[in-house]
């Protein structure tokens, strides 16, 4: 044997074949499907039509900004672009018109992830980029919902209407009280089973749960976050509702209305922009969760989630430099 | 089988578990035909190269010392065939470098008279602690899971210090190797009486022998005749890498945690391998050096995968041309495990003390795949037994900042792979930070000098 047939490199001399970063992507993708069900029913033409829309063009940006303006190999097969795509699509209303859909990706993609360096280089998560700045600039489109169930297979504009949360802050404005305007929502079941008007991804807690058990499964994301995240928002907004139930809404209709799950599960537990340790993972979510709880108990928006996340986004490089792991072998403070 | 189970334990940070591979498991030990040639490395040990103490054309037997230690942390080398000193010449070894070996050319098979030939087990010991000590220093033994540090040394405890315990190592969590299984199933009351001859040299009245459960049948005949052994007891411990590390097995054993750039002894633990306990037992009971070793040689390709008592500077061909020769698809040929063990260039490498397996790669598993960017999915530091921060690790050498290197514990990385292993982007973390640990300690020596 000829020793030039022989390769030499240093070890570990295997590697695991189940993660690689396409099939962690691809994973989410899975992970989000039975949320994109919910919304076909409800939301119908409007759903398909708008996924497809944030997908397309979050992959063609990337593939013209990497190609002309970074003059490098666009990478489309890890599926970021894939993700970013349907989480920005599942954070807009099921009627939203195709071309602000295109702005939302551009700013999503261009703003938000290449003009960092790309993949991993981006400190802001590109999907919330894109949700916020469409927001600011589109506040009408924006939170005009199709009503749930209505105007699903209708492909012109149809009824639209206002999701629980606004239901709720509108009621609470208008001097109702909390029993009245609870009265005009649906049941929490119904709630959490996809019966609530808002954003395409948001319909149905359940279906964002089953996606998130099947990422715990396989072990693409850990529970630090969205359980860290959840129990904070419950505990705040529980201690808000025993304090003044008259005012405040219970902490279960906190819960599973309002986009809170999708950001929980799918947008905090993003890869990049989290931090890289358990404890800094769980401080993340504390994080959010108060923020969240900040913004739509005295805030002007409804939905708090999306900026929560930013804003915490932002503290991620500092928990990241202060927040070690638990090192095997620390000599203990005597 | 429900009570085995309950007792089982492992180390609490990290780790992975690649699949197993023991391929060989069951096949028991045969005796490698003698080489025609051997060249035996002078220094196949942790420290200082032995010194050769024959010349060309000198006349060695079986058991002869031909390589002198050269102080504390080094060890005696001693010829594995007898035969004729052809010359001292310099031999490319698992390092990949060419360093001085002694070449024998072999003559028949004449051994020492005072060595004990017979399979025959002698339990009676009759050596006192600190003549044991002298004696494993005399016969060359190191620590035969592939650290080969010199026993005698982890033997000798420091000033101060004072060891409760000895753990003996069977837990082989490489994939594939299963030499050290061998041993257990095959010679386990000679490992026994090699684990009380321990206990005694460190004046220690328990040990544990922590082994993984996907050695049942080597963790039940442990246990069975270990009854007649006291303060001898066996550990079953889960399957998951690294479990032999030191620092993990004691944890996992012991629930002690060794500190950051301590050693076992700092918590009363001395750690020997199973093979090194067996090899304790030939040199005390039999008055045999170390001159050969089980080797495991094995891969998904190989005709058929086997357990060799090879003696040491074997030209690592003959073990290849026993299993079947090296299949057409080879790519890469390892000595040791495919976690921790060395790639080697040639076939003609001897093998050493420290030679716990020759593991053939077929050529498709054999290259890396080109590195990603990293996503900071956090894995790696997920992985790390060590609770470090791998990626970290990874960047801060990149950009040469090596004092935070060091702040952030790159010298306590026990180079188990796990996070290269995990790593969804293929990046070569371990590679950077080998290199960052070497800077790291580099710098340190030279702040050192200066004071
Ligand atoms: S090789 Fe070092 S850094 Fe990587 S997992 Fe092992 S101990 Fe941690
Ligand atoms: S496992 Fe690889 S991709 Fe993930 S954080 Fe570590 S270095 Fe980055």
Redesign the pocket.
């Known amino acids: 044997m000829s020793s030039q047939l022989l390769t030499v490199s240093p070890s ?1 001399h295997i590697h695991q074949q189940q993660q690689t970063v396409s099939n962690l992507m691809f994973g989410v993708v899975i992970a989000l499907t039975p949320a994109f069900i919910v919304s076909l029913v409800v939301f119908g033409v409007g759903a398909i039509k708008v996924t497809l829309a944030g997908v397309f063009f979050c992959m063609l940006f990337e593939y013209l900004i990497s190609k002309y303006l970074l003059k490098k190999e666009a990478n489309l097969a890890d599926g970021s672009a894939i993700i970013t795509g349907i989480l920005l699509a599942f954070n807009l209303p099921a009627n939203l018109p195709i071309w602000i859909i295109a702005i939302g990706s551009l700013v999503a993609i261009g703003l938000g992830k290449m003009a960092f360096g790309g993949l991993g280089n981006n400190p802001f998560n590109p999907a919330m980029v894109g949700r916020v700045f469409l927001l600011i600039s589109f506040p009408v489109p924006m939170t005009s919902w199709p009503v749930a169930m209505e105007s699903q297979w209708r492909l012109a504009d149809g009824v639209t209407g206002a999701t629980p949360m606004e239901i709720f802050k509108e009621g609470l404005e208008a001097g109702l009280p909390i029993s009245e305007i609870m009265g005009q929502l649906p049941s929490y079941f119904t709630l959490f089973l996809g019966g609530q008007g808002g954003c395409i991804g948001e319909v149905s807690g359940l279906a964002l749960f089953l996606g998130f058990l099947y990422m715990l499964y396989k072990k693409i994301i850990t529970w630090h976050i969205p359980v860290s995240l959840l129990a904070t928002v419950f505990a705040l907004t529980g201690l808000f509702w025993m304090i003044n139930p008259a005012q405040y809404a219970d902490p279960v209709f906190q819960v599973i209305t309002g986009g809170l799950l999708l950001g929980a599960f799918y947008m905090a537990t993003d890869y990049v922009t989290s931090p890289m340790t358990s404890k800094g993972m769980l401080i993340y979510g504390v994080g959010i969760g108060v923020f969240t709880v900040v913004i739509r108990l005295w805030g002007s928006y409804p939905e708090g989630i999306s900026f929560a996340i930013l804003i915490m986004n932002g503290f991620v490089p500092l928990i990241n430099k202060y927040v070690k792991p638990r090192r095997f072998g620390e000599v203990k403070p005597a | 089988m429900n009570a085995f189970l309950k007792d089982i334990k492992t180390f609490p940070l ?1 780790g992975v578990h690649p699949q197993e591979y023991k391929l060989s498991a069951d096949i028991p030990t045969e005796k490698l035909a003698l080489p025609k040639m051997v060249s035996i490395p002078i220094s196949q040990h942790i420290g200082v190269p032995a010194k050769p103490v024959v010349n060309a054309r000198d006349k060695v037997k079986v058991g002869q010392v031909i390589a002198k230690n050269e102080g504390f942390v080094s060890t005696n080398i001693h010829a594995s065939v007898s035969g004729m000193v052809t010359k001292i010449d310099r031999v490319l070894d698992s390092t990949g470098y060419k360093r001085d070996a002694i070449i024998i050319r072999v003559d028949g098979d004449e051994w020492l008279p005072e060595i004990d030939q017979t399979d025959e087990i002698k339990r009676e010991i009759s050596v006192e602690s600190d003549e044991i000590v002298k004696k494993i220093a005399e016969a060359g033994i190191v620590g035969l899971g592939g650290a080969t540090f010199p026993s005698h040394v982890k033997l000798a405890i420091p000033k101060g210090k004072k060891a409760d315990c000895l753990i003996i190592n069977g837990v082989e969590c490489e994939p594939y190797l299963t030499s050290d299984h061998r041993i257990m199933l095959e010679k386990t009351e000679e490992v026994l009486v090699g684990t009380q001859i321990l206990m005694k040299a460190l004046k220690v009245e328990q040990c544990w022998i922590g082994i993984e459960i996907n050695k049942a049948d080597a963790i039940a005949a442990l246990k069975k005749m270990c009854v007649q052994y006291p303060g001898i007891q066996v550990q079953p411990l889960k399957v998951h890498y ?1 479990q032999g ?1 030191e620092k993990q097995l004691i944890k996992a054993v012991l629930n002690r945690e060794v500190p950051a750039g301590g050693l076992p002894i700092d918590v009363g633990v001395v750690v020997q391998n199973v093979g090194t306990a067996f090899a304790v037992y030939e040199a005390i009971q039999k008055n045999k050096p170390l001159i050969e070793r089980v080797v495991t040689v094995t891969g998904k390709s190989v005709l058929k995968p086997s357990n060799l008592w090879v003696r040491i500077g074997t030209p690592v061909q003959e073990l290849i041309d026993f299993v079947g020769g090296l299949p057409e698809d080879t790519g890469k040929i390892i000595s040791g495990g495919p976690m921790m063990g060395k790639a080697l260039n040639d076939t003609e490498i001897p093998v050493a003390k420290g030679t716990s397996g020759i593991l053939i790669i077929p050529s498709e598993e054999a290259h890396r795949k080109p590195m990603k960017v990293c996503i900071r999915c956090s894995q ?1 530091v997920g ?8 990626y970290l ?1 990874m960047t801060l050498t990149q950009k040469e900042l090596y004092e935070r290197l060091e702040e952030d514990q ?1 010298l ?11 790593c969804p982007s293929d990046r070569p ?2 590679d950077y ?1 080998r290199l960052g640990k070497k800077t790291v300690l580099s710098i340190i020596k030279e702040r050192n000098n200066k004071k």
């Open positions: 570990p | 990290g690294p590390g790696c992985v790390c037994p060590m609770g470090l921060e791998p690790l790159v306590n990385c026990i180079e188990c792979g796990s996070c290269a292993y995990t973390i371990l930070i």
